[in-house]
């Protein structure tokens, strides 16, 4: 039993995660057309808490992409058994799971997670690689990748995330 609380309990690496908690703007930008062209760009809303007594950050995601609602939510934690950072994103633009894992930096200011997910429109299996940056208490942003059959990484979105007071 005793084992089992060390695991079960929240410790370092959950903290790390306190500075995303609270209510924020985010400005999106999405390179739909690929890396060179202009992105899609929108305005949402995220609402970041502490859920299952500090064990998982869950985020709640309200905006807009390509004119349509689009709704999202993820869950960002740290699995002391596996020792990695974990991430889980659902959201409107599907009916499955991204699961992800990774890494923090020694300051726990970046976070880089990696996963992969079937793209429907390409038939094939995308990698997916995501960058959380804390840059400051009133900010944080959070970039995508994406590696497909070629074996390039592609920049595919990023956004800016700015503490509402």
Same mark, same amino acid.
């Given at each position: 039993?005793?084992?089992?609380?060390?695991?079960? %309990?929240?410790?370092?690496? !959950?903290? !790390?995660?306190?500075?995303?908690?609270?209510?924020?703007?985010?400005?999106?930008?999405? =390179?739909?057309?690929?890396?060179?062209?202009?992105?899609?760009?929108?305005?949402?809303?995220?609402?970041?808490?502490?859920?299952?007594?500090? #064990?998982?950050?869950?985020?709640?995601?309200?905006?807009?992409?390509?004119?349509?609602?689009?709704?999202?939510?993820?869950?960002?934690? =740290?699995? *002391?058994?596996?020792?990695? !950072?974990?991430?889980?994103?659902? @959201?409107?633009?599907?009916?499955?799971?991204? %699961?992800?894992?990774?890494?923090?930096?020694?300051?726990? #200011?970046?976070?880089?997670?990696?996963?992969?997910?079937?793209?429907?429109?390409?038939?094939?299996?995308?990698? @997916? #690689?995501?960058?959380?940056?804390?840059?400051?208490? *009133?900010?944080?942003? =959070?970039?995508?990748? !994406?590696?497909?059959?070629?074996?390039?990484?592609? &920049?595919?979105?990023?956004?800016? =995330?700015? #503490?509402? &007071?």
């Amino acid at each position: 039993m005793a084992a089992w609380a060390q695991f079960a %309990s929240p410790g370092e690496h !959950h903290q !790390h995660l306190e500075p995303l908690i609270g209510t924020w703007n985010a400005a999106c930008r999405f =390179y739909m057309e690929g890396p060179d062209m202009p992105p899609t760009e929108s305005i949402a809303t995220a609402t970041n808490t502490w859920v299952l007594g500090g #064990r998982f950050v869950q985020q709640q995601f309200h905006g807009s992409l390509l004119d349509e609602p689009f709704e999202g939510l993820g869950f960002w934690g =740290y699995d *002391n058994v596996a020792k990695k !950072h974990i991430g889980l994103w659902m @959201d409107t633009m599907m009916t499955g799971v991204l %699961s992800s894992g990774g890494s923090c930096d020694a300051g726990g #200011r970046v976070f880089t997670l990696s996963g992969s997910f079937f793209d429907p429109a390409t038939n094939t299996t995308v990698k @997916d #690689r995501s960058v959380l940056t804390i840059k400051d208490h *009133n900010t944080f942003t =959070y970039e995508m990748f !994406h590696t497909t059959a070629g074996n390039r990484e592609e &920049k595919v979105g990023e956004i800016t =995330y700015t #503490r509402i &007071k």
